[in-house]
């Protein structure tokens, strides 16, 4: 029987869509004995995975919860194969990535200033925020009080699952999209990032949602920055590396661009670091994937993996293939 150890702080009824081939093992976060299991779950919080992986032995399969499984291979080594839960991350990280525009969009950091504040006439900065960050000075009456996402060109950088979700989630706003993958292809038209340089100043809004990989790191720089247009908003919540910070917080204090950040390099973002006071910000702490359904339906997708891995088949999250000791 397949030994499958998870983390003790998983609900039991959360694995009822698992196969009955399997022993379910709960390893607690504080595991002070060595323990051979041929499958892995490991912890969300690769902090608290980490402290664990000394004490298994026999691993032969990982099946993370998370999509993004790049500390994963330099702990386990080759021979051992690893799945993500891709898919499974789709509508509550594409849900951030709207509301986040939105939210930019419709001025909320700035009305719930106002709202604390208690100053109704406050709502005026709105005007002037708008005028600063678009560059457009134009005498407007009524004043402007916020913008709208309707008909907006936004680059979508980054074609995956998640990626398809949020340009489903756009489709009622009419936005003019632009995709972009690490290739070009057709039906949809889909531009490589090797075009993206192009690509980015006629973007209102430029959504990164890439795996953080070599090629990926640092993608969006100096040289991105200057190239957008004024007031620009640029949406990150794949990884942190994907952006140059230093140069992100040149152009946040510069007034040229604006920005929504799930995730932010470093991470965790210390006190006291200077994004967390730029203006034109909207910042929240790796938060977009963890909605009450996020243990649900990633463990429905590693039980998916475990009964094809059971039954032989190819498995279909498979980030690494593990390399025969022969």
Known sequence: ???????????????????????????????????????????????????????????????????????????????????????????????????????TLKYFPLYLDVQRAGQWKRRFEASSHYARITGDARPIYPPVLLEELTGKSVLLVGYGAIGKEIERMLEPFHVELTRVARSARTEPEVHAVSELDRLLPRAEIVILILPSTAESHHLIGRGQFALMRQGALVVNAARGPIVDTDALVEALQAGRIRAALDVTDPEPLPEGHPLWSCPNLLLTPHVAGSSPQFAPRSLRTAAGELRRYLAGEPLQNAVQTAISSN
């Not at 902090?47 to 919860?65: C, D, E, H, N």
Request: proline residues 10%; charged residues 20%.
């Open 1 to 103: 029987m397949l030994r499958v150890g998870y983390p003790a702080v998983l609900a039991a009824e959360l694995f009822s869509d698992f196969p009955p081939e399997v022993e379910l093992i709960a390893l607690p976060d504080g595991l002070d004995h060595e323990i051979e299991i041929d499958v892995w779950i490991p912890d969300p919080y690769a902090t608290q995975a980490m402290k664990i992986w000394p004490r298994l032995r026999g691993v032969r399969l990982v099946l993370s919860l998370m999509a993004g499984t790049e500390w994963i291979p330099p702990l386990a080594g080759p021979r051992v194969t690893i799945c993500n839960a891709r898919g499974a991350h789709n509508i509550s990280t594409a849900e951030w990535t709207v509301s986040a525009i939105l939210a």
